[in-house]
């Protein structure tokens, strides 16, 4: 079941809200903990008992580490949880890429799981760990009762997809939260515009990157192919940053308060930067769970030079099982790497306008490379980008299609940077009740389109996929 779908809108979530909030505060807990079953089981029955196992176990090494006096014991314990995590992540996301490895290198013919990937494997696994490893550092309190334990876990809102929650940052919410109608109102409103840019621009855009790379590449010109790979990167980050609007609305309207993970990456002036806006939850758990465990910058530049590569190597392998992903992950490690030694003093003295290009560019680049599973194929439609077997600059029907989705790229381009949100402040900008009771109204007025528009195109389209759903 995803966000975007009829019978989340209109059967799951009304449902669920409304026995959610006539039953008493200190009961809440079991209907969320059931409801998120019921939606997560909605598409893998089977894999509920997988999530309650790793629920389970990481519970109760949560309370063998708060019970234990002997640093020693607690560290094998920490050890064996994390060997628990990541072993199930690792056979059930990495086996038959690692099959398939060793039958290339070897020439032999082993069989392959063909295992489904359980959704949101990936996310709750990492929000799990997070919780076990605090507890061992002391940073967060052991959590004794096992049914708020498992509403961390579960939680709808952010289970498949993020944004990545760590245990402490809503403890105490698990136990007493408050959903006023202020929360509900700021909920329902950062809802509809994730719901508009999920469905509305990401879908829109998707269509026009598979009408690009589902065809022939050596009919593909230079203007299609860097067209292509726009799409893509608008479609990703309108996918990702519009389901992760709607899981921190959501859990606004449930009384939780979820990380932000995306702040105008795309204005970022250095790779760097990309990075502290871009998916913030997951850079975040790598830099404190990873790189600063590692040394992080503390021993010396060679060893943190190395630690990034260590960092992007793991970060590029844990949004898939393939080689394209890892080449993702070791591009962004290089330039990462180039801007700690020479790039980033480079950058700060060019003007923003120079940073900001370049980061599009090598971020574009990044995005063929994830977007494409066949390593030859990223680097084919590479060649063609930078003119290399292409069909030509441009052609008529490369004209035709720029023509036909200019709106929809001016529109994406604009609603990607924070220039929007800007005029209308300004716009709104005063302190007289009569412009507030404007404002209000426009507000509602813009958000009931969208929600309109948003639900018509969710009824007459085919194309709704989101695409962190397979990492």
């Known amino acids: 079941m995803v966000f975007s779908s009829i019978t989340f809108l209109f059967r799951f979530i009304p449902i669920f809200m409304i026995l959610y909030f006539v039953t008493p505060r200190r ?36 309370r063998l580490i708060g019970a234990c006096r002997s640093r020693r ?19 059930f996301k990495y ?5 398939g490895t060793v039958n290339q290198l070897l020439g032999s013919n082993l069989p392959l799981l063909k295992l489904p990937l359980p959704i949101g494997i990936s996310f709750y696994t990492f929000q799990t760990m997070s919780y076990t490893i605090d507890c061992y550092r002391g940073e967060a309190r052991v959590q004794k009762n096992l049914l708020d334990f498992g509403v961390f876990v579960t939680m709808f809102p952010q289970l498949i997809a993020g944004p990545i929650v760590k245990y402490r940052d809503v403890q105490d ?31 829109n855009l998707g269509l026009l990157w598979t009408e690009i790379s589902g065809g022939n590449l050596g009919d593909t010109t230079v203007l299609g192919a860097w067209m292509g790979a726009l799409a893509y990167a608008f479609q990703i980050y309108f996918d990702f940053s519009g ?38 939850s997951l850079s975040s758990w790598f830099r404190e769970y990873v790189y600063i465990p590692l040394g992080g910058n503390r021993r010396g530049m060679s060893r943190q030079l190395l630690n990034i590569l260590i960092v ?29 030694l020479v790039l980033g003093k480079v950058l700060k003295v060019l003007p923003s306008l120079v940073g900001r290009l ?39 029907a490369t004209l035709f299609t720029l023509l036909e989705y200019r709106v929809l790229l001016l529109f994406a381009a604009v609603a990607a940077t924070p220039l929007a949100h800007r005029l209308s402040e300004a716009f709104f900008h005063a302190t007289g009740s009569g412009v507030t009771a404007v404002r209000r109204v426009v507000e509602k007025l813009v958000l009931s389109l969208l929600l309109l528009a948003s639900i018509a195109y969710i009824v007459e389209a085919s194309y709704n996929p989101f695409l962190y759903f397979r990492f």
């Not at 086996?95 to 099959?99: G, K, N």
């Not at 959903?179 to 840019?197: E, H, N, P, Q, W």
């Open 173 to 203: 919410q698990l136990h007493e939260r408050k959903a006023d109608i202020t929360a509900i109102s700021y909920g329902c409103r950062r809802f509809v515009a994730g719901l508009a840019k999920k469905v509305l621009l990401a879908n």
């Open 95 to 99: 086996s038959d890429f690692l099959i």
């Open 243 to 280: 389901y992760s609007d709607m899981a921190i609305g959501l859990g606004a309207m449930l009384g939780f308060h979820f990380p932000e993970n995306f702040n105008y990456p795309y204005t970022a002036k250095s790779v760097t930067d990309f990075w502290r806006r871009w998916h913030i």
């Open 358 to 396: 370049y980061t599009w560019l090598v971020v574009l680049v990044s995005w063929v490379f994830f977007a494409i599973e066949s390593g030859n194929g990223a680097i084919n439609y590479l060649y063609v980008m930078f003119g290399q077997g292409a069909a030509g600059l441009y052609d008529s």
């Open 73 to 91: 014991v607690a560290r094998g314990l920490l050890i064996s949880s994390i060997i628990i995590n990541l072993g199930l992540l690792g056979f």
């Open 27 to 62: 009961m809440r807990n079991i209907i969320l903990f059931l409801g998120s079953l019921f939606f997560y089981a909605w598409g893998e029955p089977v894999y509920v008992l997988l999530m309650l196992f790793s629920t389970l176990s990481d519970y109760v090494h949560g």
């Open 312 to 340: 992007w190597m793991l970060t590029g392998i844990w949004h898939g099982a393939g080689w394209n992903f890892l080449l993702w992950g070791l591009w962004f490690a290089l330039w990462l790497i180039l801007e700690k």
